[in-house]
């Protein structure tokens, strides 16, 4: 039995048994839309096309394994977003997700934020032009370097998230000559039913200000006695890859209850609350994650409906979708290697990836679904598991999943729902090559990461 809470979907909360997978679909040959990007389709002959080009016509000229994004179902999840949530209110996407400079050019585009946890996703921010007050910096070890780069870079918010960090920045703000907004990380006691490595909002974890020990009032008390700090609200983020609101609710009504004691203590109404990101998207036709219209409606309900409980005026609200919106613009596309039948347990398919460019289901056990993209076949669905070319027997992509029986080497394969961590975690594990992520449009694909060369390894290795 697998002791981890399911990663995705509605059973997650489900303690599900080893090898656990659904029956095989009716037609191996249908793109399901729950969990491929918009523009992916059938061509007339059987192969996948996104963005109205042939998967094998992106084989050929990027070479796989490769990232292939949907550029304008990107666009389109930003534009959901930032529609259904409206000028009350702001959205940040969740640099953390993936990041390059093209996709902050489009964030900027489409009028979404930018949130980001590292001087490195800071770099990348700043050097393909986000306004710098529409960037919020995130992260439980921030060193006084990023802190410094943040403020003089004018961000448009600090997330604090230790009484170490309180004095930090308010030291570099001041001798900078800045007063930096900031608000503070507080962890509400919810429990989010994630996988235990991606729940962020018990007590016994690394990020935050704890409510119930007190710890996130007397930061509070800090804050307001330091000139070169404005604080503008409180932050929580309970977790990730979550369906239910409920778990907002809980944390919504413990943060408006902050608020209160603030109002009460300090005679300030903190104008701004953050509810974080981790909302859900489909990795298997199983799964059934709200639109972006539903949780702005809900979460809106919520802080509109404990802020008058409270006696407050309802602050703006702020929320951080990331994987939302990048994950299921993205597919990854492999080249089949090898094919081992395991006589009465499952066929092995080895690509020429695997844990290096999707470490996810190594790491959360996560789920995925699979489809050969390079021709259709009428065989027989064999049950298969995707498996990497690395020396590791926990090298899967995805661990249970039908392909056709006359499946073989050369074919072209692809896993939906790969645009959110895949790129973001991806390492060179065994010296492979890191893949390119390829952004296609309108009948036209370039490169936005190239792909990793042997002289990009050799040159970092000095000895």
């Not at 702001?90 to 930018?114: I, Q």
């Not at 308010?170 to 900031?182: E, P, T, W």
């Not at 590791?392 to 006359?406: H, M, N, T």
Request: overall charge negative; charged content about 25%.
């Amino acid at each position: 039995m697998s002791r981890s809470a399911h990663p995705a979907g509605p059973r997650y909360a489900d303690v599900l048994p080893e090898g656990h997978y659904s029956a095989p679909p009716a037609d191996l040959n249908t793109l399901d839309p729950r969990v491929w990007a918009r523009t992916v389709a059938r061509t007339p002959d059987g192969a996948a096309q996104v963005g109205g080009l042939d998967v094998r016509h992106l084989a050929e000229e990027f070479g796989t394994p490769a990232y292939i994004v949907d550029e304008a179902d990107f666009r389109a999840r930003c534009r959901a977003w930032r529609e259904a949530f409206g000028e009350g209110a702001d959205v940040f996407y969740a640099g953390k997700a993936f990041l390059s400079r093209a996709v902050v050019r489009w964030l900027h585009e489409e009028g979404l934020n930018l949130d980001v946890c590292t001087g490195g996703e800071l770099a990348v921010a700043l050097s393909a032009g986000m306004p710098a007050e529409r960037i919020a910096l995130h992260g439980n070890n921030k060193s006084a370097e990023e802190i410094e780069r943040a403020v003089t870079a004018g961000v448009g918010r600090i997330v604090l998230d230790s009484f170490q960090e309180i004095v930090r920045v308010a030291d570099i703000a001041r001798r900078h000559g800045k007063r930096q907004r900031v608000q503070i990380r507080v962890t509400v006691g919810v429990e989010a039913h994630t996988h235990e490595f991606i729940a962020t909002a018990h007590e016994d974890q690394k990020f935050g200000f704890s409510l119930s020990g007190g710890d996130a009032a007397e930061a509070v008390r800090r804050v307001l006695t330091l000139p070169s700090l404005e604080l503008i609200g409180i932050h929580s983020h309970i977790g990730s890859q979550i369906f239910d609101t409920s778990g907002f609710e809980v944390a919504a009504h413990r943060v408006v209850g902050l608020l209160k004691q603030v109002r009460d203590e300090h005679g300030v109404e903190l104008p701004e609350i953050d509810l974080g990101g981790g909302l859900g998207i489909a990795y298997t036709p199983d799964d059934d994650p709200r639109e972006p219209h539903e949780i702005a409606k809900a979460l809106g309900e919520i802080v509109t409906r404990e802020s008058a409980s409270a006696g407050l005026t309802a602050p703006r609200l702020s929320v951080e979708p990331g994987r939302a919106i990048v994950g299921p613009t993205a597919f990854t596309l492999y080249e089949v290697g090898t094919i081992k039948p395991l006589d009465g347990l499952r066929t092995y398919v080895s690509v020429d990836g695997g844990m290096s460019d999707n470490i996810r289901t190594a790491l959360y056990d996560a789920e995925y679904t699979v489809a050969l993209v390079s021709r259709a076949s009428d065989a027989e669905p064999m049950l298969s598991r995707v498996v990497g070319k690395h020396c590791e027997s926990g090298d899967i992509v995805v661990r249970d999943a039908f392909l056709p029986a006359d499946l073989a080497p050369g074919d072209l394969i692809a896993v939906p729902a790969t645009g959110a961590y895949c790129r973001s975690m991806a390492s060179n594990y065994n010296h492979v090559l890191r893949p390119p992520v390829v952004a296609v449009a309108d009948g036209e694909a370039r490169v936005i990461v190239r792909r990793e060369t042997e002289e990009d390894l050799l040159r970092l290795d000095v000895g």
